[in-house]
């Protein structure tokens, strides 16, 4: 079983930086893409960033510019360093990921964790 545990988030200033973090634990052999998502009050859950196991990134249209994602492997943490934050950016973040078990079945995704509160206000 993997656990997937999300922290970083608080309360910033429109402009200010965070920078989330997400550790995943437990029967692991390999993680494959690592993605952030957000859920706002009132919304559902889309997708703002994901890198895969060799560095490679995507991100919403939305965060762009202003939202980066990376990963290290040897501590199966993935990161999500965003600045230039806006009020829309106010949401409860999560991580997910697909892997690779010990004994080689692959997951294309996790459970999903808790979460991070990001709030964005003045």
């Known amino acids: 079983q993997v656990q997937l545990v999300e922290s970083g988030g608080g309360l910033v200033q429109p402009g200010g930086s965070l920078r989330l973090s997400c550790a995943a634990s437990?029967?692991?052999?390999?993680?494959?893409?690592m993605r952030w998502y957000r859920q706002a009050p009132g919304k559902a859950r889309e997708l703002v960033a994901g890198?895969?196991?060799?560095?490679?990134?995507n991100y919403a249209d939305s965060v762009k510019g202003r939202f980066t994602i990376s990963r290290d492997n040897a501590k199966n943490t993935v990161y999500l360093q965003m600045n230039s934050l806006k009020p829309e950016d106010t949401a409860v973040y999560y991580c997910?990921?697909?892997?690779?078990?010990?004994?080689?079945?692959?997951?294309?995704?996790?459970?999903w964790g808790q979460g991070t509160l990001v709030t964005v206000s003045s």
């Open positions: 890198v895969s196991s060799g560095g490679t990134t």
């Open positions: 437990g029967n692991i052999f390999s993680i494959n893409t």
């Open positions: 997910n990921a697909g892997f690779t078990s010990d004994s080689g079945t692959y997951y294309s995704s996790v459970a």
